[in-house]
């Protein structure tokens, strides 16, 4: 497995620490795209309405910026691995509870989204911080990308499996069956996390000081500000998409061919962004794939078809991997030149997924308002013109972040340090 992999790397150094943490991440990718997307279904199923959905993720991206807080405390005192540890046995737990939970899931809809926010947080800060201290600028866009081809991976098989066992299996056993099967993958990964090399932590968590350098470094202020705009995207689109291919079609194995159709374009594209983008085209390669994004969201507003949801599907397929491969990858090289980034680095992991967390917040909160006060049907294609545009902001603020040459050492760290994937 090492030499397949380093043979796709090239001149690339591949250790196994980062052959490890691949694999959890795929174990991961692959237990939230069986699952995740259709318990926005099962929620909508028991309830019929938005606020149910809203109010479900809302529990997620208000307990995920609480607990990677919390996290990074504990990450300063700990072992990274544990944390790791930690987030997936909670992820283990929320599917678990959904099992025990049942049809009454829909009643409880804030308390299990806040359970997978926890989990979220503990498993995010604890990849990021790892994938920071794995990595090395000359290796950072191959992780990325062949992360990227793995989530895509997890993204095809995962919600076509889900999608026929729930068409069938009779009534929910099918929901029962691919929530048991995410379940036992994150106890996979859990087992996997044994392999990695333990990470002693140490010093004081200075949340706040790092929150602070907003203010004295430019490129960290405007990274966390296409943060903001990032999370303003992810807030409502991908439990809006998924509803809608839903209601579309009334069908779970629609839905699932519409996330392998999706994912099959992403894959491709994430071995093509892997291969020849590279760091000068890296601004160049955000604004098209942000361009793209943007207009695909016109196919669908007015006038919704299965058929336009496909190409919908097929022209976002093709522009996340062009925008998150640099994108992600400029991110980390920002914090890797950041102050004090060696000392600090689990705290600039932190502040960042604040800001994410902050634009998704606000954009559930607008959502659940103007449900309230127009009809939804009406409101949420505008909702979805105002929101969807957060990829054009990102690239505006990214535009002129300055890292200078990608060999120069004064900042960078010797050990140096991906989202749910919205619609």
């Known amino acids: ?130 994938t920071f201290e794995i990595t090395e600028p000359e290796s950072r866009d191959f992780f990325n990308g062949f992360l990227g081809i793995l989530q895509s991976f997890g993204g095809m098989i995962g919600p076509l499996l889900a999608g026929t066992i729930i068409l069938k299996m009779p009534a929910t056993m099918g929901y029962t069956t691919i929530f048991t099967i995410s379940f036992g993958l994150f106890i996979s990964a859990v087992i996997c996390s044994f392999f990695l090399k333990r990470r002693p932590a140490e010093g004081l968590f200075h949340f706040k000081r790092v929150l602070a350098e907003k203010g004295n470094n430019k490129n960290w202020g405007k990274i966390l500000n296409a943060h903001v705009f990032q999370g303003l995207r992810e807030g409502i689109f991908l439990f809006v998409i998924a509803i809608w291919v839903y209601l579309t079609t009334k069908s779970e194995f629609a839905l699932g061919m519409f996330n392998l159709f999706l994912s099959g374009l992403s894959l491709v594209f994430y071995f093509i962004v892997t291969k020849w983008i590279k760091p000068s085209m890296r601004k160049k390669s955000i604004l098209f794939g942000a361009i793209l994004l943007y207009v695909s969201i016109f196919i669908i507003l007015f006038d919704i078809s299965y058929y336009k ?20 990858s400029m991110t980390y090289d920002v914090i890797g030149k950041a102050w004090k980034a060696k000392d600090f680095r689990i705290e600039y992991i932190v502040v960042r997924e604040l800001f994410v967390n902050i634009g998704r917040v606000v954009a559930i909160l607008s959502f659940l308002i103007a449900i309230y006060v127009f009809p939804a049907e009406k409101i949420i294609p505008f909702l979805l013109i105002i929101f969807g545009a957060g990829h054009l902001f990102i690239y505006l603020f990214v535009k002129n972040i300055s890292l200078g040459s990608p060999h120069k050492k004064d900042f960078m760290i010797k050990e140096q340090l991906t989202d749910e994937k919205d619609r």
Request: aromatic content about 16%; proline content about 2%.
């Open 1 to 130: 497995m090492h030499k397949s992999i380093q043979n796709i790397a090239g001149k690339v150094e591949i250790d196994r620490d980062l052959i490890f943490l691949l694999v959890i991440g795929g174990l991961y990718s692959l237990g939230i795209f069986l699952s995740n997307t259709f318990v926005n279904i099962y929620l909508w199923k028991q309830s019929g309405d938005y606020v149910t959905i809203a109010m479900y993720n809302l529990g997620i991206y208000l307990l995920q910026p609480i607990t990677f807080i919390f996290a990074g405390k504990i990450a300063k005192k700990v072992d990274r691995v544990i944390v790791l540890r930690l987030g997936v046995t909670v992820l283990s737990l929320f599917f678990l509870s959904v099992l025990i939970i049942a049809e009454d899931a829909s009643v409880y809809n804030f308390l299990l989204g806040s359970l997978l926010g926890i989990g979220y947080g503990f498993y995010w800060l604890a990849f990021n911080v790892l």
């Open 309 to 328: 949801l496909m190409i919908y599907a097929a022209i976002i397929g093709i522009a996340y991997p062009i925008i998150n491969v640099p994108y992600v």
